[in-house]
């Protein structure tokens, strides 16, 4: 009876109408971050945009790494007349998906053989209005439960976020490849019909903000009816942008160098890899159907797998270890991609790469999330959070940049093996923050809690 009064407990949880809403919101903010970071790549490749300016174009996404600046807005400004008719983080969450909508159906229509300026414009604003949308979709999961249902908003939020990485990625390859009447040849209008229906996707992110409920919030408040404008102003900003920081630094004190040179250079062999990735398997003479099934929806199955494996790991050894792990297993997987540019077109070898890649990727994810939730203060919930978010991927947005010009150099082969070597730096870091104890306990915490010593 325990175990089915147990099961029957987690049913209960997982049914809440919450968890559903983090679920979509989950689903939202990971469709527009496909469509500029993933299967784009693969459009510009097939249209013959060369692998320079397909690296460079990756540049778009650095609107992630630098969300921290504006990220202070989403706690501390009220969006006129829309805060009143839905709350802080739903009027928010409505202006970003807005505009993502608009910047994917703007992408739909531009051809990037006759003006790419125009796609990387539209680009620029998916990515900027993506970023939005996933500063107050963090804040908003954090905000919107006590520390028990945590993990069950995570896990949704998860879900969520992978099923679209595949609707969007192998959806939009599957339905660009139907467009252009199964023709493998490049054809504009079957790419422009497949972001078109992306954007209509849009609709479930706003349908979950619109059915959901505003979260309650410990957000500290500037008193404003003190003292002149530019006292109140001076005041919000000291609010807004300088007190998450001094807040992190006065809680790790000088460990919080340590630990932000982990989130900034985390990822970065992963991500460095993954911008050549599709123009690799262009390149390599797979299809996008054949992609589409590997890749994008083989592919992402294992990665919830390996988060799943990744959950269970952490209740088991702790976070740090299972950081470790994801580290190690993520640079040593892309050096299978290095062998398959020596093998070529194989479907089998292909299928073997992408699951080990994307299960190692999904054990890193997993323990990488709970240790930046954990690093959180509630009372600084969006602008913290967005602060390791953007860190974790400014410096590898940034290198990966150049990963087309590194191709071009040195061939698939080696750049596959120096994307591997660029996880030395977060092996090291972890194994030296082990050693020093700088570590956080699992717990979110509130604007009472005393700073760590």
């Known amino acids: 009876m325990s175990l089915i009064s147990s099961f029957a407990s987690a049913a209960q949880l997982y049914c809440?109408?919450?968890?559903?809403?983090?679920?979509?919101?989950?689903?939202?903010?990971?469709?527009?971050?496909m469509l500029v970071f993933g299967v784009l790549s693969f459009w510009l490749r097939e249209a013959e945009v060369s692998r320079a300016e397909i690296g460079y174009f990756s540049w778009v996404a650095l609107a992630y790494s630098i969300k921290w600046l504006?990220?202070?807005l989403a706690d501390h400004l009220a969006l006129p007349k829309l805060h009143r008719w839905l709350g802080r983080r739903r009027s928010w969450l409505l202006l970003?998906?807005?505009?993502?909508?608009?910047?994917?159906?703007?992408?739909?229509?531009?051809?990037?053989q006759q003006n790419l300026a125009m796609m990387a414009g539209f680009a620029v604003l998916l990515a900027f209005a993506s970023a939005t949308q996933d500063i107050n979709v963090d804040a908003f999961r954090i905000e919107s439960g006590p520390k028990e249902v945590q993990a069950a908003l995570?896990?949704?939020?998860?879900?969520?976020?992978?099923?679209?990485?595949?609707?969007?990625?192998?959806?939009?390859?599957?339905?660009?490849?139907?467009?252009?009447?199964?023709?493998?040849?490049?054809?504009?209008?079957g790419w422009q019909q497949a972001y078109g229906v992306m954007a209509l996707c849009m609709l479930l992110g706003i349908l979950a903000t619109f059915f959901s409920k505003e979260p309650s919030?410990?957000?500290?408040?500037?008193?404003r009816s003190e003292g002149s404008p530019l006292h109140r102003f001076a005041l919000w900003l000291q609010q807004a942008a300088v007190a998450p920081f001094i807040d992190f630094f006065q809680r790790y004190k000088w460990q919080a160098l340590l630990i932000l040179a982990l989130i900034a250079c985390y990822r970065l062999s992963d991500i460095v890899m993954g911008v050549m990735a599709n123009a690799f398997y262009v390149d390599m003479g797979f299809s996008k159907e054949e992609v589409a099934t590997v890749s994008k929806v083989y592919g992402v199955i294992m990665t919830l797998l390996g988060a799943a494996l990744g959950g269970y790991l952490i209740t088991r050894f702790g976070i740090l270890r299972i950081l470790l792990l994801g580290?190690?297993?993520?640079?040593?997987?892309?050096?299978?991609?290095?062998v398959l540019s020596h093998i070529g077109h194989d479907l089998v070898w292909l299928t073997v790469v992408i699951s080990a890649d994307n299960l190692s990727a999904g054990i890193a994810t997993s323990a990488f999330i709970a240790y930046l939730s954990s690093l959180v203060n509630l009372a600084f919930t969006a602008t913290q959070y967005a602060m390791f978010s953007s860190l974790m991927l400014l410096l590898p947005k940034f290198t990966g940049g150049f990963a087309g010009v590194w191709v071009d150099m040195m061939g698939y082969s080696q750049f596959f093996i120096f994307s591997a070597l660029l996880g030395a730096p977060a092996v090291l870091l972890i194994?030296?923050?082990?050693?020093?104890?700088?570590?956080a306990e699992p717990v979110l915490q509130s604007a009472s809690d005393k700073p760590a010593s």
């Open 16 to 33: 809440q109408r919450r968890v559903a809403i983090i679920f979509l919101l989950g689903f939202s903010s990971a469709l527009p971050m």
């Open 70 to 72: 504006w990220s202070p």
């Open 96 to 112: 970003s998906q807005t505009l993502v909508m608009l910047a994917i159906f703007g992408m739909a229509s531009s051809d990037p």
């Open 154 to 189: 995570a896990a949704a939020y998860l879900t969520g976020y992978r099923l679209a990485m595949i609707f969007a990625s192998a959806g939009t390859l599957w339905l660009a490849a139907v467009f252009s009447g199964g023709s493998r040849d490049y054809q504009l209008h």
């Open 217 to 223: 919030s410990q957000l500290i408040q500037t008193q």
């Open 327 to 338: 580290a190690i297993l993520s640079a040593v997987t892309n050096v299978l991609f290095s």
């Open 431 to 439: 194994l030296l923050i082990q050693k020093k104890t700088v570590f």
